[in-house]
């Protein structure tokens, strides 16, 4: 079929069959028209993964001459979570997204490595990880038939609490939002009663009582929305984990090499920014929380942190026997730098 019999075809609606072979960008885009990547995160735009979309969308419109335009979409106003994202790029649902990291584990184990307990907290310590890492993320992802963006850092993870945390005796019986599998199984093991969560669920449990406490740094917009239910902030230090900002391998293959390398350059300059906003992320996180009325522990109480590692210490050798070899190598290159 030549292509002028295609389209007349397509716009008399007796070839719909053929569509989903195009792609949808293919399939609704005008010729001469900008190719457009729908990109979610389940994070408010005030957030650090938010902020880094939105940088991203601008530097690819700026970078590729308006010839790619990605479409942002924040607080999962999409309906997808972060757990399912890469589901949803591998469907063809939308051609990028931004992820955080743990929930990811249940793809592949390595994404569970950046929430790993006490193993980066620091800003410097958080950065040389995911660089050791990033080849295995982009091996993952490969596998997947996906592309790794950038990386976002997060604020450090505490606990947020309707009631201070004056020491291990509270985490008993806790009814505590964790993010991923790992971070339960540790606040189970310290006593709390923990459920796996992510943002966009929690925050109804929060409000209608089901949940006392959140682990979460809570920045940006998700801050706002947990000082009036929980107005205490326990500062752990339990990770400092990172999202991943990913595109479909077969929609960034598509592109033009013009526009692919706007797109790696694009990328390059999003992950240099929020490396850079985070280092004054927290102090402006702590500012905001206080001025809103939220009591802040920091340090926390001792035992809290001693309960906290003892457990925490099982998962990161639990996360090294999940993935074998290449975890070894990875803990062992960071551990060695």
């Known amino acids: 079929m030549t292509r002028r019999a295609l389209f007349r075809a397509i716009l008399a609606g007796s070839c719909w069959a053929l569509l989903p072979s195009l792609g949808p960008a293919a399939a609704q885009r005008p010729e001469g028209a900008a190719i457009v990547w729908r990109m979610p995160t389940e994070y408010p735009a005030s957030t650090m993964p938010g902020e880094g979309l939105a940088t991203f969308a601008r530097l690819v419109s700026e970078r590729s001459g308006g010839r790619l335009a990605v479409e942002p979409s924040f607080d999962a106003s999409a309906g997808l979570r972060s757990g399912a994202m890469i589901g949803a790029v591998a469907a063809g649902t939308v051609e990028a997204a931004d992820a955080f990291t743990g929930p990811l584990a249940a793809v592949d184990p390595v994404f569970g490595l950046s929430s790993l307990p006490f193993l980066a907290t620091s800003i410097a310590e958080a950065k040389a990880l995911a660089e050791i890492a990033r080849p295995a993320y982009a091996r993952a992802l490969a596998a997947k038939g996906q592309r790794l963006l950038y990386v ?5 993870s505490g606990i947020w609490s309707r009631r201070a945390l004056a020491g291990a005796d509270d985490l008993k019986g806790l009814k505590i939002r964790t993010y991923d599998a790992t971070s339960t199984a540790v606040l189970a093991a310290a006593g709390a009663q ?14 209608a009582g089901a949940v006392d406490a959140m682990l ?4 940006g917009g998700v801050g706002r ?8 902030f326990t500062a752990v230090q339990y990770a400092m984990p990172v ?4 595109v479909s391998a077969s929609a960034y293959d598509a592109l033009p ?14 992950e240099a920014r929020q490396w850079a906003a985070i280092r004054t992320r927290l102090d402006e996180n702590f500012s905001r929380m206080r001025q809103n009325g939220v ?21 990161v ?10 975890g070894a190598r990875i803990l062992a290159a960071y551990r060695g730098r």
């Open 194 to 207: 923990a459920v796996n969560l992510s943002q966009a669920d929690a925050i109804p449990q929060v409000k």
């Open 225 to 232: 929305r947990l000082w009036e239910q929980l107005p205490h």
């Open 216 to 219: 979460s740094s809570g920045d």
């Open 295 to 315: 009591v802040i522990a920091d340090p926390p109480a001792p035992s809290i942190t001693e309960a906290l590692a003892k457990a925490g210490a099982a998962a």
């Open 152 to 156: 976002t850092p997060w604020a450090p």
């Open 243 to 246: 999202s991943i900002a990913v």
């Open 317 to 326: 050798a639990a996360w090294e026997r999940e993935t074998g070899p290449e």
């Open 257 to 270: 090499e013009a526009v692919r390398r706007a797109v790696d350059a694009a990328a390059a300059e999003t």
